[in-house]
């Protein structure tokens, strides 16, 4: 049985676009239940760029889980601040029902065995609760590879401030966390501007969303949005390695908008982009 993942161009109404997506993709009963709280696990490196998924999005995210009891937007710290002070960014969206949650600061944890390490993960991330992760559409280049969004976001999960002693074994990291909790409900990247960098200095205005069950082919297709060899990348071998998700293109069926005629328009936006820096 194939991937389904929906692509769609937003228009610049996200809440209708996601709504689409998950009807497109069969819709989220099986996980949206009065009986299970929500985590969507955001990315935010640096609250100071714009490289993270858009407010807008996580509140569309968060009405569509309706029947959810409570909506955790969750974040872990960083060199780069607090959890808390970077998910402020997202502070219009917060009410009764939908609050940030630092998994740093969690006094109920679980073991985990991440990399070779014993690490103490919230208790939040674990089933019952319903995972979702979020991140952006961007062209992540790190030690020669590129390393793709929601997948890569799972480095959030460490709750100390030292991530970066996992680089080096970034995809066995991954993945053991990936496995450790129980694989990710619904992925969503939010492609309202495609970023050409890390911090977010070069970016095109793209208005696409990319939504599925399988975090791995949502990665997939993001990549090859921005022509990137799909067989180079890190977390994708490791996937196949595993056997977690689809990592074959062809194995995927795109819904919504044409995978190769999206993809013709950002690549025709990213050289223009570039060729009007020079």
């Known amino acids: ?11 610049g109404d996200v809440n209708k676009a996601l709504k689409k997506a998950i009807r497109l993709l069969g819709g989220i009963d099986d996980i949206n239940t009065k009986e299970k709280d929500v985590v969507i696990k955001v990315g935010i490196f640096n609250p100071k760029t714009p490289h993270h998924t858009s407010p807008e999005i996580v509140e569309a995210m968060a009405k569509s889980f309706s029947k959810s009891p409570h909506v955790h937007v969750a974040e872990s710290d960083n060199y780069r601040g607090k959890a808390h002070e970077r998910l402020s960014i997202y502070k219009k969206i917060y009410s009764k029902r939908i609050t940030p949650f630092s998994l740093s600061d969690d006094p109920e944890t679980e073991d985990v065995r991440i990399a070779g390490e014993k690490l103490n993960f919230s208790r939040i991330l674990f089933k ?38 996992f680089h080096k074994r970034l995809p066995e990291m991954l993945f053991d966390a990936y496995e450790a909790v129980g694989g990710i409900d619904l992925a969503v990247m939010d492609g309202t501007y495609t970023h050409l960098d890390f911090n977010s200095k070069k970016k095109i205005k793209t208005d696409l969303l990319i939504v599925g069950r399988d975090a791995v082919a949502v990665d997939a297709v993001g990549a090859t949005l921005l022509g990137t060899d799909l067989k180079k990348m890190p977390v994708l071998k490791e996937a196949k390695k595993r056997n977690i998700g689809t990592w074959d293109i062809n194995r995927i069926e795109v819904v919504g908008s044409s995978l190769e005629e999206e993809a013709k328009r950002v690549q025709k936006l990213k050289v223009k982009k570039c060729t009007s820096a020079k």
């Open 128 to 165: 019952p609760h319903i995972l979702v992760s979020t991140h952006v559409l961007r062209s992540l280049e790190f030690r020669g590879s590129s390393w793709g969004s929601v997948v890569k976001n799972l480095l959030g999960f460490v709750p100390d401030h030292k991530k970066a002693r």
């Open 1 to 11: 049985m194939r991937s389904k993942v929906a692509l769609l161009e937003t228009g």
